[in-house]
C-alpha cells in the first residue's frame, strides 16, 4: 500500500511571524548598540514582512539559507543607505560619514550583519527541529519493544504406555472402568 505523509514544512505562518520578530528585535538591538537609535516604526515594518517572506521561502524549503541570507543583508544594508540618503536629519543617532561604505559606519556594518547572523542561525535550527520531526515518523527509526523472555519451565515429555501403567493406582476401582450408579 502506498502512503503519502505530508511534510509540515507547508504550515510555516507561525515560524515565519516568530523568525520576523526575532530578526527585527536583533536588528534593533544592534542597530542601538551601534549608533544610539531605533529606526522609524515603519521602516521596522517593512524589513519585518522582507523577513517574514524570506522565512516562508527559506521554511518551505523552495531556496536555500546560502542564497536569501545575503540578498536579506544587501537589502538591510541597501534600506540603510536608502534612508541615510534620502533624509540624513531624519534618521539621527548616528554618525554617518561619506567616506564609510554606502555612508554606513563599522559598527553599524557589524549591527546589520549581527541581525543577518540572528536571522541565519533561527532559520537552521527551525529547519534542523522540522527534520528531527520527521526522522521520529520514519518508519523503522523508533525501536521496537523488546519482549524479554523470563526462563520457561522445560516442556514435559510424554509417557508411555508402561510408565502409565506403572504409574496406575493400585487401590479404589480400576482407571479404565465408568463408575455405574
Known amino acids: 500500500m502506498l502512503?503519502?505523509?505530508?511534510?509540515?514544512?507547508?504550515?510555516?505562518?507561525?515560524?515565519?511571524?516568530?523568525g520576523s520578530v526575532e530578526s527585527v528585535t536583533a536588528l534593533v538591538l544592534a542597530h542601538v548598540a551601534a549608533g544610539g537609535e531605533a529606526p522609524a516604526a515603519w521602516w521596522l515594518a517593512a524589513f519585518a514582512v522582507l523577513v517574514y517572506g524570506a522565512s516562508g521561502v527559506v521554511l518551505?524549503?523552495?531556496?536555500?539559507?546560502?542564497?536569501?541570507?545575503?540578498?536579506?543583508?544587501?537589502?538591510?544594508?541597501?534600506?540603510?543607505?536608502?534612508?541615510?540618503?534620502?533624509?540624513?536629519?531624519?534618521?539621527?543617532?548616528?554618525?554617518?560619514?561619506?567616506?564609510?561604505?554606502?555612508?554606513?559606519?563599522p559598527a553599524m556594518l557589524g549591527a546589520h550583519l549581527l541581525a543577518a547572523a540572528v536571522t541565519g542561525v533561527?532559520?537552521?535550527?527551525?529547519?534542523?527541529?522540522?527534520?528531527?520531526?520527521l526522522q521520529w515518523?520514519?518508519?523503522?527509526?523508533?525501536p521496537l519493544p523488546v519482549v524479554r523472555r523470563t526462563d520457561l519451565p522445560a516442556p514435559r515429555r510424554a509417557r508411555t504406555a508402561r510408565e502409565h501403567r506403572a504409574l496406575a493406582p493400585t487401590r479404589g476401582p480400576p482407571a479404565g472402568t465408568l463408575a455405574i450408579a
Do not use: C, K, N
Open 3 to 18: 502512503t503519502v505523509r505530508r511534510a509540515p514544512r507547508s504550515r510555516v505562518r507561525l515560524a515565519a511571524t516568530l
Open 60 to 105: 518551505r524549503e523552495r531556496a536555500g539559507i546560502r542564497v536569501v541570507l545575503p540578498a536579506l543583508l544587501a537589502a538591510q544594508v541597501l534600506g540603510h543607505a536608502w534612508l541615510v540618503t534620502l533624509a540624513p536629519d531624519a534618521h539621527p543617532g548616528h554618525e554617518h560619514t561619506a567616506a564609510a561604505f554606502l555612508g554606513l559606519t
Open 137 to 142: 515518523t520514519d518508519a523503522g527509526v523508533v
Open 122 to 133: 533561527m532559520w537552521v535550527l527551525r529547519r534542523r527541529a522540522v527534520e528531527v520531526l
